[in-house]
C-alpha cells in the first residue's frame, strides 16, 4: 500500500516551501562571516573594524569579503575550507594571492613599484610587516617602524649606533624617510630618483647652484659620507686631511704629508688639529662669495 | 691581459652555474610543475616580530601617557638628538587617539616627546578610500660638542671685546682668557606640514601637499685669514644659523587596469636669514674683519612622472623620471668685508643668476618570458646641466691682500654631468627553492671640466639563492666592476680655472693644479670585486640565526698618486629566539673592516713644479724619494641585545642593549726625503654602552604605570681634539673642544591612561 502524506506532514512541506525565498533572501544578504567569527577575547579578528580597513564595501562581514574573497565554500562548511584568500597561519594562500589582495586597491603611490622590488623579488608578503587585524598597524608608527626593518637588516642597525648617525636610531628619522620598503625605479628602493635628491629633500641649503662649486658635492654625496652612520665625525668616510688628499694634490700645503707629529705635544698645525683642512676652506658644499673661489669665503 | 682575465673569470663562473640552468630549462615541463608543487615557494625566514611597543594597545581608542623624567647630567652625545641633553627634569608626554566609529570617516592623533625639544605631533582625518587629510609638526634638536670656547661674541657679526690684543700667534694673547665663554652649539628643526589626497573617481587620485620649515641655532665653521697659503691664520666661528625652507607639491594619479601613472609638480625653496657671516680679525683687529658668504636663497620648481604600465601578466614597464629647474640669484656680498683692502675692480656682476637643469630618469622592463625566467632590463640616466654665466673674478684673498691684477682672476666654472646606465638581469629559478641570476651593467659618465672627460664601467654580478630546507636558506652573490677612465686630463682644471695671461705665461709643463700624476680616485680606472654570502636558519619554529659576510676590495690599479686601492671586510652575526608571544629575545654582533692606502708626493711650485723635468737635483714635483703613503684602517665593533617580555598578565618587561666599539688609525711613511718624516697618528677609539629598560605595570582595565630607565657611557680620544686648547696652534684659534665622556643615567616614571 503507497504511503501517502499525512495532512500534517502536507502543511509542513507547505510552510517549508513558503520559508524557502525567505532563505534565499538571507544568503542574498551578504556572507555570514560575523555569525562565526564573534568576538571574543583572545580574537584580533574584530579589530579590524576599529581601523579603515573594517570599513571597506561598507564594512562589516562585506570588509572581511573585500580581501579574504566572497569564499561561499567556507561560508558553507566553516573550518573545513579555508576562505578563498588566507593570510594564515592555518590555510595560508599562495603568495601572489595574498599579496594580490592588498595590490588590488594599493596598486598606486607608494605601492606602484612593488613588482620587482627587492622585498618582492624576496618573496615578502605584506603581511610580513603589517598586520591588519589592529586598531592601528605597528609598522605605520614610525617610532615602530625603525624596529621592524632593523629586526632583518641587522647590519644596517648596527651602523645607526655608530658614533656619528642620522637620527635614526633616536626615531627622528626614519628608515621609511629615504627608502619605499615597497620598492622604487632605481638603487636601495630610494623614495627620490637620485642619492642626492635624497639627501638634499632635508639638507637645501646645499642645493646651490654656486658661483664657486665643488663638483663631487653635486654628483654624490656619498663620495665623502655614509648616510647609515660612521666611525668618523659628520658622517666622514675618511678622517681629514686625509680625506680631502684623496682628490687634492696641489704644490705646497696640499701635496704634503701631515702625520702625528702635528698634533698638540708637537707642533700642533692648522692643517690637522679642530676641523683640519675645514678651517679654512670651510665652504665645502660649495660658495656663493665673490672671492670664494678657494671655498673660504 | 690581466683585466681580460679577471673579466673572464665571472663569465666563466656563471657558465658553469648556468648549466644547471640549461638542464633544468631542459627538463619536460609536467617535471617542473611536480617539483614545483612537491617543494612550495621560497619563502624567507624572517625573525618572528617582537610584540610592538607595550605603552600602546592597538585595541584601545585613545591612550595618553604623561610623566616625569629625570636625566642625571648635561650631555651632548646622549642628548645629541632625543632631546635629553640637559641635566634635570623633563615631561614626559605622549598620546595615540583614534576614532573609526562615524560613518566611513576615521580620524588619528598621534603627539611624541610633548616635553621635549623633539616634539612631534600628527592628525590624520579620513574617509574610506576617498579622502585623506593630514596634519603635522614635527621639531628636532641636534646638539653638538658644546665642551669649546669663543671669544667672539654675536650672531652674524662676531666681535671680540673693545681692548682686544691679537699677535702674529694665538700664544700669549693677553686678554684671550677672559673674553673666552662658552656657547651652546645646538640646532633646532620645527617643521609644519599638511596634506590632503582625494579621490575623484575610481581612477583618477589628487593631493597636494605644504610644509615649511624653519632651522636656527648656532653651528660651528672655519674662518681664515691669509694672502697666501703659507701666511693663512684661521680661528673656529660659532655660526648663527637662520634658514627656512618651503616646500609644496601638487599632483594627480591614475590607476587603470593596466597603466598606473602618478605625477607631480614641486616646488622647494630655501631662504636664509643670514647672507654672511662677519668677524673681527683675532690676530689683528686693527686689520679689518672678514666675511663668509652663507648658503645663498635657492628654488627649485620640479616635475616628477613616475607609472607603471603591464603590458601583459609576463611583462610589465616602470619608470620614475624628473626634471628639476634650480636656481639662485642672491645678491653678492662684497669682494672683501675689510675696507682696507684696496679694490680696483667692481664685480663682474651684482648675484650669480645661475641655473642648472636636472633631469633623471630610472626605467626597468620586468619581463618574465618562461614561467621559471624573469628578465629585468633597466636603463638609467643623470643629467645635470648648468646655466650659468663665466667670468672672471680677481678677488683679494682672505680679506687681508689687495685686489690682485687681471691675470691673477679665477674664472667660475660650470660642472656638467652627464650618466647613463644600461643593463639586465635574467634570473632563472631552478629546484631546491633556489635562484640564479646574472646582471651586466655598463655605466658611462661625462664630465665637464674635470680631469677626466669619461669613465665607463662595466659590471658583472652573479648571485645564487638557495633554500634547500624549509629552514635554511644561503645567498651568494659575486661582483666584479671595471671602470676604465678616459685620457687623464691634468691640466683641464688648470685651463678651466684660470685667466689666458696666467695661462700663456706659464710653461706648458707647468701647468697644473694637482700633479700630474696623480688621480681623483671617484673617476680614475677601478677594478672591483664584491663578495656577500647570507646565511639564515631556523633550527627550531621559535630559533631564527643568521650569518652574514661581505668583502670588497677596489684596486685602483692606473693611480700612482692618490687613492691606490681600499678593502672592506664585513661579518654579521644575528639571532632571534621568540618561544612565544609573549617573550622574544633578539642579538646581534658584527664587527667591520675598512683600509684604503693612499699616496702622495710633497712638492714646491715656482721653477720646480715642472714634473716632467728629469735632471739633477730633480725637481720636487718630479721626484719620487718625495712620496709619502698612508694607510688608514677604521674598525668597529656592534653588539646588541633586545628583551621583550610579557612577564605576566599584568606587567610587561623591555630591555635592549648595545655596545659600540670603534678604532680608527692612519698610519704614514716617507719614502725617504730628508725632510719628510711624518708619524702615524695615534688610534682613535670610541667606547659606547648603551643600556634602555622599561616596565609597564598595567594596574586595571585603564591604567598602566611605567618606569623607563637609560644607561649610556661613551668616550673617544679623537686627536683632532686631545689635549687641544684654545691657543695650542699657532696659527689657529680653535674651540679647545673636548672629547666625550659621558656617563648619564636617565629615569623616567609615566602613567599611561586608556579609554575605549
Known amino acids: 500500500m503507497p504511503r501517502h502524506p499525512t495532512s500534517r506532514a502536507r502543511i509542513l512541506i507547505f510552510l517549508a516551501a513558503l520559508l524557502l525565498p525567505l532563505c534565499g533572501q538571507a544568503a542574498d544578504d551578504g556572507p555570514g562571516c560575523l555569525d562565526c567569527h564573534t568576538p571574543e577575547p583572545d580574537s584580533h579578528v574584530h579589530d579590524i573594524f576599529a581601523s579603515v580597513h573594517g570599513k571597506l564595501d561598507g564594512g562589516g562581514a562585506a570588509a572581511c569579503t573585500s580581501c579574504h574573497g566572497p569564499s561561499a565554500t567556507h561560508d558553507r562548511r566553516g573550518r573545513r575550507v579555508p576562505p578563498d584568500v588566507s593570510f594564515g597561519p592555518r590555510w595560508p594562500s599562495d603568495l601572489e594571492t595574498r599579496n594580490g589582495a592588498c595590490l588590488a586597491c594599493h596598486n598606486n603611490g607608494e605601492q606602484l613599484m612593488w613588482a620587482g622590488s627587492p622585498h618582492q ?61 615597497h620598492g622604487g625605479a632605481g638603487d636601495a628602493a630610494l623614495r627620490e630618483v637620485t642619492v642626492n635628491d635624497n639627501c638634499l629633500d632635508c639638507h637645501q641649503e646645499k642645493r646651490g647652484p654656486f658661483l664657486w662649486e665643488h663638483e663631487p658635492v653635486s654628483e654624490d654625496c656619498t663620495l665623502c659620507h655614509r648616510p647609515h652612520g660612521s666611525v668618523h665625525d659628520r658622517l666622514l668616510v675618511t678622517q681629514g686631511p686625509a680625506l680631502c688628499q684623496q682628490c687634492h694634490s696641489a704644490a705646497f700645503h696640499p701635496s704634503l704629508p701631515y702625520g702625528g707629529e702635528n698634533l698638540p705635544g708637537g707642533s700642533a698645525s692648522r692643517y690637522v688639529v679642530g676641523k683640519n683642512c675645514l678651517n679654512c676652506h670651510s665652504q665645502v658644499h660649495g660658495s656663493n662669495h665673490p672671492s670664494g673661489a678657494r671655498l673660504t669665503r | 691581459m690581466k683585466a681580460k682575465h679577471r673579466l673572464l673569470l665571472p663569465l666563466a663562473a656563471a657558465g658553469v652555474l648556468a648549466a644547471p640552468v640549461w638542464s633544468a630549462d631542459t627538463a619536460p615541463a609536467s617535471q617542473d610543475k611536480d617539483d614545483a608543487t612537491a617543494e612550495g615557494e621560497y619563502t624567507p625566514l624572517l625573525p618572528s616580530r617582537a610584540t610592538a611597543d607595550s605603552r600602546w594597545n592597538a585595541s584601545s581608542r585613545g591612550q595618553v601617557q604623561l610623566g616625569a623624567g629625570y636625566t642625571s647630567d648635561d650631555n651632548f652625545m646622549f642628548g645629541q638628538y632625543n632631546g635629553l641633553s640637559s641635566e634635570g627634569a623633563s615631561l614626559i608626554g605622549n598620546l595615540r587617539w583614534r576614532d573609526s566609529n562615524s560613518g566611513d570617516s576615521w580620524w588619528r592623533a598621534r603627539v611624541d616627546d610633548l616635553g621635549l625639544a623633539t616634539r612631534e605631533g600628527q592628525f590624520t582625518w579620513g574617509k574610506a578610500g576617498k579622502l585623506r587629510l593630514e596634519l603635522g609638526f614635527d621639531s628636532q634638536s641636534q646638539v653638538r660638542n658644546d665642551s669649546g670656547l669663543t671669544p667672539f661674541r654675536g650672531g652674524d657679526t662676531l666681535r671680540l671685546p673693545g681692548d682686544w690684543v691679537g699677535g702674529a700667534d694665538t700664544a700669549g694673547w693677553p686678554g684671550l682668557d677672559t673674553a673666552l665663554h662658552r656657547f651652546d652649539r645646538e640646532l633646532d628643526r620645527d617643521k609644519l606640514s599638511a596634506s590632503i589626497s582625494a579621490a575623484l573617481n575610481a581612477q583618477w587620485r589628487v593631493k597636494a601637499g605644504f610644509s615649511y620649515e624653519t632651522k636656527q641655532g648656532t653651528g660651528d665653521i672655519g674662518g681664515a685669514f691669509y694672502s697666501d697659503a703659507s701666511q693663512g ?107 682696507g683692502v684696496a679694490i680696483v675692480q667692481d664685480l663682474p656682476r651684482n648675484n650669480y643668476d645661475g641655473e642648472v637643469a636636472i633631469g633623471t630618469f630610472n626605467g626597468k622592463l620586468l619581463l618574465r618570458p618562461l614561467p621559471k625566467f624573469e628578465v629585468e632590463a633597466f636603463y638609467r640616466a643623470r643629467d645635470r646641466d648648468y646655466d650659468t654665466p663665466r ?97 687623464y686630463r691634468w691640466d683641464q682644471r688648470y685651463y678651466a680655472l684660470l685667466d689666458t695671461e696666467l695661462i700663456n705665461a706659464t710653461p706648458d709643463s707647468q701647468r697644473y693644479i694637482n700633479h700630474p700624476d696623480f688621480s681623483q680616485y671617484y673617476m680614475a680606472n677601478r677594478e672591483q670585486w664584491e663578495g656577500k654570502l647570507d646565511l639564515g636558519w631556523q633550527p627550531a619554529e621559535d630559533w631564527n640565526l643568521n650569518l652574514g659576510l661581505s668583502w670588497r676590495d677596489d684596486d685602483y690599479d ?14 654579521h652575526l644575528s639571532a632571534s629566539w621568540t618561544p612565544s608571544k609573549d617573550l622574544s629575545l633578539s642579538a646581534y654582533g658584527g664587527a667591520d673592516r675598512f683600509e684604503s692606502d693612499q699616496n702622495g708626493r710633497a712638492f714646491r711650485g715656482g721653477q720646480e713644479k715642472n714634473a716632467f723635468e728629469i735632471y739633477p737635483p730633480l725637481p720636487q714635483a718630479s721626484d719620487p724619494g718625495r712620496n709619502w703613503s698612508l694607510d688608514a684602517t677604521d674598525t668597529s665593533l656592534t653588539l646588541g641585545a633586545n628583551l621583550r617580555w610579557q612577564f605576566a598578565a599584568d606587567l610587561a618587561l623591555e630591555a635592549d642593549y648595545n655596545y659600540v666599539d670603534t678604532q680608527g688609525e692612519q698610519d704614514l711613511a716617507a719614502a725617504g726625503a730628508a725632510d719628510l718624516d711624518p708619524q702615524d697618528y695615534p688610534s682613535v677609539d670610541t667606547r659606547l654602552h648603551h643600556f634602555t629598560a622599561a616596565a609597564t605595570w598595567q594596574m586595571n582595565r585603564r591604567l598602566s604605570l611605567r618606569l623607563d630607565y637609560q644607561f649610556y657611557q661613551y668616550d673617544s680620544n679623537d686627536w683632532a681634539l686631545r689635549g687641544l686648547a684654545v691657543d695650542s696652534a699657532g696659527q689657529l684659534l680653535s674651540f679647545g673642544a673636548q672629547n666625550p665622556d659621558e656617563t648619564i643615567h636617565y629615569l623616567g616614571a609615566s602613567a599611561i591612561y586608556r579609554w575605549e
Open chain 1, 121 to 181: 623579488q624576496e618573496n615578502m608578503a605584506c603581511t610580513d610587516c603589517h598586520t591588519l587585524h589592529t586598531g592601528a598597524d605597528p609598522v605605520l608608527d614610525k617610532n615602530q617602524a625603525v624596529e621592524m626593518c632593523g629586526s632583518c637588516h641587522t647590519k644596517v642597525r648596527a651602523e645607526l649606533q655608530l658614533p656619528s648617525h642620522h637620527p635614526i636610531a633616536e626615531g627622528k628619522t626614519v628608515c621609511t624617510d629615504c627608502h619605499n620598503p
Open chain 2, 233 to 339: 691664520d684661521a680661528a673656529l666661528l660659532p655660526l648663527d644659523i637662520d634658514y627656512r625652507s618651503s616646500e609644496a607639491n601638487i599632483g594627480l594619479s591614475y590607476s587603470g587596469t593596466r597603466l598606473f601613472l602618478d605625477g607631480a609638480l614641486e616646488y622647494s625653496g630655501f631662504d636664509n636669514g643670514n647672507d654672511a657671516l662677519t668677524w673681527d680679525n683675532p690676530y689683528d683687529i686693527t686689520a679689518g674683519p672678514g666675511a663668509l658668504a652663507q648658503a645663498p636663497d635657492n628654488e627649485q620648481y620640479r616635475g616628477r612622472l613616475s607609472g607603471q604600465w603591464i603590458m601583459s601578466p609576463e611583462a610589465r614597464l616602470q619608470f620614475d623620471g624628473s626634471y628639476a629647474l634650480a636656481s639662485q640669484d642672491q645678491d653678492y656680498l662684497d669682494w672683501s668685508a675689510n675696507p
Open chain 2, 391 to 487: 667670468d672672471a673674478y680677481p678677488y683679494p684673498r682672505g680679506d687681508s691682500a689687495d685686489q690682485p691684477g687681471q691675470a691673477l682672476a679665477v674664472y667660475n666654472t660650470a660642472y656638467d654631468y652627464h650618466s647613463h646606465t644600461g643593463g639586465a638581469e635574467l634570473a632563472y629559478r631552478l629546484p631546491l627553492r633556489s635562484r640564479l641570476s646574472f646582471e651586466y651593467a655598463f655605466e658611462v659618465v661625462r664630465r665637464d671640466n674635470t680631469a677626466v672627460r669619461e669613465t665607463k664601467e662595466d659590471s658583472y654580478t652573479l648571485g645564487y639563492r638557495i633554500q634547500p630546507w624549509h629552514n635554511f636558506t644561503a645567498r651568494l652573490e659575486g661582483s666584479f666592476r671595471n671602470r676604465n677612465a678616459s685620457t
Open chain 2, 558 to 571: 692606473a693611480s700612482e698618486l692618490g687613492l691606490t686601492g681600499s678593502q672592506w671586510g664585513r661579518l
